[in-house]
């Protein structure tokens, strides 16, 4: 029966989204900066500024598991958050005009979900994500949302030991 810990399991998930190529690579190109990775709960005196930019916290770590559960369930709310230095605008084809850190905040958003399902070695893919964002924190500091769900199915009778 499935027991993970709680904070390990949040320490896992931050060392792998800290790690990420794609991710680093993504922050270097877009902001010239480092990713900085968060992880546990924060209160709100304590949400990174435009300074901690790009960042992400993984936080509000959540699990369903048990002896009468036949699929173990773990979710985790990720923030991530980006900056610019001036809020500018771009204009599609079509004439529709749109943020320029939104747009860079969304891509952030579609990206971290694209490593989390790709993980190697990893076999459970995001059962649910719900998202929203980006959304202005304060000036050109953008952020957004993603509610993560993921599911083990239960394995009773076997001596199996898996983390997230």
């Known amino acids: 029966m499935y027991n993970l810990d709680i904070s390990d399991s949040v320490q896992t998930l931050c060392d792998y989204l800290a790690s ?6 993504f922050c270097k190109e877009q902001f010239n900066k480092k990713l900085t990775v ?5 209160l709100r005196r304590d949400i990174p500024s435009k300074t901690e930019c790009p960042y992400i ?5 959540r699990k369903h598991e ?3 559960v036949e699929r173990n369930t773990y979710q985790f709310t990720i923030y991530c958050g980006v900056s610019t230095e001036k809020l500018e605008e771009f204009e599609t084809d079509t004439g529709v005009v749109i943020p320029d850190v939104y747009d860079v905040c969304s891509k952030f958003m579609t990206l971290i979900q694209k490593v989390l399902n790709e993980r190697d070695n990893y076999n459970r893919p995001i059962a ?4 929203n964002g980006a959304f202005p924190v304060m000036g050109t500091h ?4 993603l ?3 993921l599911a083990i199915e239960q394995n009773i009778g ?4 898996e983390t997230i």
């Open 20 to 25: 990420n190529k794609e991710l680093n690579d």
């Open 38 to 42: 968060f992880g546990g709960d924060f």
């Open 57 to 61: 916290i993984l936080t509000d770590f």
């Open 66 to 68: 048990g002896l009468y």
């Open 128 to 131: 649910t994500i719900d998202t």
């Open 142 to 145: 953008w952020a957004g949302r």
């Open 147 to 149: 509610v993560v769900k």
């Open 158 to 161: 076997m001596n199996h030991q």
